[in-house]
């Protein structure tokens, strides 16, 4: 199980994410009344997708001991809403260099299509969310 700690303080709308001893940012940009210190929730998905996308396929690559130089993945999204839901199409335009034939760039490009963050994003996904009340958790210490 994969676990990470989202904390926000006074301040609009820097959040920090936290894994261990690694940090990172979000935010949102000044436009939206952030201060503009890190990703977008919505570009932390997109990078996410990316970044798995990206590692799967080096992590192949180099099994295999091709040639791979780069992998640059353009990563967007576009929602479609309609009367009955919203549809988010999340598109990735997949750029790779080295010294790969057309065979060898198609095997390592379906290897990113399964990548673990892009499984998660196709099959259905829950999410629960609990109200945990701070006093409670902090006299039962």
Same mark, same amino acid.
């Given at each position: 199980?994969? /676990?990470?700690?989202?904390?926000? %303080?006074? /301040?609009?709308?820097?959040?920090?994410?936290?894994?261990?001893?690694? /940090?990172?940012?979000?935010?949102? =940009? #000044?436009?939206? %009344?952030?201060?503009?210190?890190?990703? &977008? =929730?919505? $570009?932390?998905?997109?990078?996410?997708? %990316? &970044?798995?996308? &990206?590692?799967?396929?080096?992590?192949? &690559?180099?099994?295999?001991?091709?040639?791979?130089?780069?992998?640059?993945?353009?990563?967007?999204?576009?929602?479609?809403?309609?009367? $009955? $839901?919203?549809?988010?199409?999340?598109?990735?335009?997949?750029?790779?260099?080295?010294?790969?034939?057309?065979? $060898?760039?198609?095997?390592?490009?379906? #290897?990113? /299509?399964?990548? =673990?963050?892009?499984?998660?994003?196709?099959? =259905?996904?829950?999410?629960?969310?609990?109200?945990?009340?701070?006093?409670?958790?902090?006299?039962?210490?």
């Amino acid at each position: 199980m994969a /676990e990470v700690l989202v904390s926000i %303080g006074e /301040e609009s709308y820097t959040t920090t994410i936290s894994y261990d001893d690694l /940090e990172i940012l979000a935010d949102e =940009p #000044i436009e939206l %009344g952030g201060q503009n210190k890190g990703l &977008a =929730p919505s $570009q932390l998905l997109l990078s996410s997708v %990316g &970044a798995c996308k &990206a590692i799967t396929m080096r992590m192949y &690559a180099n099994r295999k001991k091709w040639k791979v130089d780069k992998i640059d993945i353009k990563v967007s999204s576009e929602v479609q809403k309609s009367e $009955q $839901q919203q549809t988010t199409f999340i598109k990735c335009n997949i750029f790779i260099e080295g010294d790969l034939d057309e065979e $060898q760039k198609r095997r390592i490009y379906a #290897i990113g /299509e399964k990548c =673990p963050v892009h499984k998660m994003l196709i099959n =259905p996904i829950v999410i629960e969310s609990n109200l945990i009340d701070t006093m409670q958790v902090k006299n039962n210490s």
